[in-house]
């Protein structure tokens, strides 16, 4: 992992949106190893400058991310036949799993609640800009309960789309309260623990748990997932229950891939899918890349 710690949005949401620029940039032309200098003019900086600033902000340099987004590294660990869950389930939710060193609590709302459809639970949500574009986050009172991403000037469909989940909630804007769990997930804000708020049906929870147990900078298949959870020929229910998670990243379905490597769908755009993907393996895996960028 890197020793650069990333600064959080509220230091300079700015920069956050040049960062997010990018990554979509080099995501949409790894093929092309983009050189340093048209990664840095997308972004408005130097390249210089822009090294620094992204090697801060994103926790990798501009090299190691580009030198991951071919997804070879996911490609290698499923061509060798090998479950990369059994050794992080052994070790259940206080395994290796987390995000960086962010300590969660999860609480799962009840069947009979959740029937509801958010009837009586009060939901603040914001948006704040993050390494994958804009990110929406969305806490009960007793904690985060929705993370999704957009682009700018999406912001009402993001909202729009998590308020679909649960459409009898009661939704208040609470921009502060936004800002403040991203910088939380995102930055350096990690001293104390993140509570998460599952709101799903028990099938999706246990899904979503399931996700929670793999590494970062480790991938499975939907079979493999499907196995761990002892229903083999659930593949479909558990894709499902995968397309359907509310606080994306933390609980990382973007770590679920085809049965051959190859990315599939993804809630919020593959190609966000593979910059996540790309900044993970980057963090986890430090090797020399063949990329142009220095």
């Not at 909630?169 to 910088?183: F, H, L, P, S, W």
């Not at 990315?263 to 790309?278: D, E, F, N, Q, S």
Request: charged fraction near 20%; include cysteine; glycine fraction near 10%.
């Amino acid at each position: 992992m890197s020793d650069v710690l990333p600064m959080t949005p509220r230091e300079g949401s700015a920069d956050w949106r040049r960062m997010a620029r990018a990554i979509r940039y080099l995501s949409d032309h790894y093929q092309d190893q983009p050189n340093l200098e048209e990664a840095a003019r997308i972004s408005g900086l130097s390249a210089f400058h822009f090294q620094r600033v992204f090697t801060r902000y994103v926790g990798v340099s501009p090299k190691s991310f580009v030198g991951h987004l071919t997804l070879d590294h996911a490609k290698r660990e499923l061509a060798l036949g090998s479950s990369v869950l059994d050794a992080a389930l052994e070790c259940g939710l206080s395994g290796p799993s987390r995000l960086h060193d962010l300590c969660l609590k999860i609480e799962a709302m009840t069947p009979g609640d959740y029937a509801k459809a958010g009837a009586g639970v009060a939901i603040d949500y914001g948006f704040a800009p993050c390494p994958f574009g804009i990110a929406i986050v969305m806490a009960t009172d007793k904690g985060v309960c929705g993370l999704g991403f957009g682009d700018e000037g999406e912001e009402e469909a993001i909202l729009a789309d998590m308020k679909s989940r649960w459409p009898r909630a009661d939704y208040r804007r609470n921009q502060k309260r936004a800002v403040e769990i991203a910088g939380r997930i995102f930055g350096a804000e990690k001293s104390r623990a993140l509570r998460l708020v599952l709101m799903g049906t028990p099938w999706q929870i246990k899904v979503w748990e399931a996700l929670l147990a793999i590494p970062e900078g480790k991938f499975t298949t939907y079979g493999a997932l499907a196995q761990t959870l002892d229903n083999p020929n659930a593949s479909r229910a558990v894709g499902a229950a995968v397309g359907k998670n509310p606080i994306s990243w933390i609980i990382p379905c973007h770590r679920v891939l085809g049965s051959s490597g190859a990315l599939t769908g993804y809630h919020w755009g593959v190609a966000r899918k593979r910059a996540m993907l790309a900044v993970e393996a980057a963090r986890a895996d430090q090797r020399p890349s063949t990329s142009a960028i220095a």
